[in-house]
């Protein structure tokens, strides 16, 4: 980890002086107070038919500054980091929260992580401009070759470095440098006048290489022609109540949306979240068991410490069936008489934090993967989702399959387009029959939105069995 005098130098602001903020403006008026310093460099290059399209890099700095007042939350931020603005801010922010009551107990500075989970000789924004878009031609390239069918490629690759330092009134102080970087690529087949879509991509807070090592680009741009032609030939998915198998990854996404956000503490908090007042209780199948890890190296969304200055961890929310867990910030835990658990997370320093997931899944089963698609009579094996929508507090979802394929007597069979699942989160965990050995992270390329606000996360499943499914689709 860097050294303090890293980040005081890069905002040329000291520690004495944040605490001066804190202090004439916050200290002793509210319960817990902090202040936010970001500064961030975004990255975008784009290549479509074969030339370069976008080719842009953005960078902003800014602060915010956080009073709260028993479950009052007053925020006001500035794009220009200077004392006379912190100061105005710091008076802003206490007026929205600001009560008549003597101040509450302040946080205790959390431990400082010894790890650095995503330490990077060259860091993906200082990669050479040359070598990217060399890359991103060579993916152009790869996919035109792979099937004549092919008549459209974009790829994308985008990077970023975001420098954070937080002072808090309990006078501690935590920064972070973090990397990140995405490749992306998007293929369009056509045949016999049908036109369809494959996408595929990764990344994490990894180095440009990462890219290059084992011809991962090479992998990525065969998966997303292979999506696109595969569908060529899918027929109308089925309807009706179904055993479906997800497979392991990135269908994880369904758990994550329909299951995760119900387990963040706000929701929790304020009761209206499936899972609240449960701790204790069974709320899945005891196949089960689901972990938020910020602490895996270089995975898309882990972090060092959160946007509060606490250390990320590994945090069991469900286990064998039973909930014993929820993903807290410093106000909640506080107003639930919890800890936190490093899931404070915002966007930049426009946005306060919030409970949010990092990287999410469920563990690993003891079932091979063939064997439970041996056990399916009649179902969907569904291995990539695209869109589809959660009501978060009650977990009901539709999500679309972008990738999925009939099973009959025990045999995957034609794959199939138009397949969305219908359900409920909590009551699709009760579900669960089978849980394969063959656990997988995603590639790194989830995006979380809650409240207005996106962060980048993770998600992964191992192969797993859900029975009664409903299913829509085009065909009875």
């Keep these: 980890m860097l050294p303090e005098r890293f980040f005081s130098d890069r905002f040329a602001l000291s520690p004495s002086l944040l605490d001066r903020v804190l202090g004439t403006a916050l200290r002793g008026r509210v319960d817990d107070a902090d202040i936010y310093l970001e500064y961030r460099v975004n990255e975008e290059l784009l290549l479509e038919e074969g030339a370069v399209k ?3 890099r953005h960078v902003s700095q800014g602060a915010g500054v956080r009073a709260q007042s028993q479950t009052r939350t007053g925020y006001a931020h500035t794009d220009e980091i200077s004392l ?5 801010a710091a008076r802003s922010a206490r007026a929205i929260a600001d009560r008549a009551a003597a101040s509450g107990s302040v946080a205790v500075a959390p431990g400082r992580p010894s790890r650095d989970l995503y330490a990077l000789d060259v860091p993906p924004i200082a990669a050479d401009l040359t070598a990217k878009l060399d890359l991103l031609r060579r993916v152009d390239a790869e996919a035109r070759a792979a099937d004549p069918r092919v008549s459209q490629v974009i790829a994308t690759l985008a990077s970023e470095e975001v420098i954070l330092y937080i002072a808090t009134a309990a006078g501690w102080t935590a920064g972070d440098v973090r990397p990140l970087t995405r490749l992306n690529v998007t293929v369009i087949a056509e045949e016999g006048g049908t036109r369809e879509l494959g996408t595929y991509g990764g990344g994490g807070r990894v180095p440009f290489d990462y890219f290059l090592d084992a011809d991962r680009w090479r992998r990525f741009t065969g998966e997303a022609v292979r999506q696109a032609v595969l569908k060529l030939r899918a027929v109308g998915a089925p309807a009706g ?18 299951v ?14 499936a899972f609240s007042g449960r701790l204790g209780q069974k709320v899945a199948s005891e196949l089960v068991s689901v972990v938020d890890d910020g602490t895996l190296p270089n ?22 069936g039973v909930l014993c867990g929820y993903m807290q910030d410093r106000l909640n835990a506080r107003l639930m008489g919890m800890s936190a658990t490093g899931n404070g997370r915002r966007e930049s320093f426009a946005y306060p934090p919030m409970p949010r997931m990092t990287n999410t899944f469920m563990m690993a089963g003891q079932d091979a993967p063939e064997d439970i698609i041996r056990s399916v009579k009649r179902g969907l094996y569904a291995v990539a989702f695209g869109g589809g929508q959660v009501d978060i507090t009650s977990g009901k979802f539709v999500f679309s399959a972008s990738e999925a394929y009939l099973v009959e007597d025990g045999r995957i069979g034609a794959p199939v387009k138009g397949a969305t699942l219908i359900g409920s989160g909590p009551e699709v965990l009760t579900r669960v029959s089978r849980v394969g050995h063959d656990l997988k992270l995603d590639e790194g390329i989830g995006t979380c939105g809650k409240d207005g606000q996106s962060v ?21």
């Design 299 to 320: 995975r898309r969304g882990s972090l060092n410490i959160d946007d509060e200055g606490t250390p990320t961890g590994r945090n069991v929310l469900i286990e064998q």
């Design 84 to 88: 006379p603005n912190l100061e105005e």
């Design 456 to 476: 980048p996360v993770g998600v992964g499943l191992p192969t797993v069995r859900i029975d009664g499914v409903t299913v829509g689709g085009t065909q009875l």
């Design 260 to 273: 995760g956000h119900g387990l963040e503490g706000d929701f929790n908090r304020k009761g209206v979240s």
């Design 241 to 258: 109540t179904m055993t479906v198998v997800l497979g392991p990854g990135w269908p994880g996404i369904l758990l994550h949306e329909a």
């Design 54 to 56: 976008k080719a842009s």
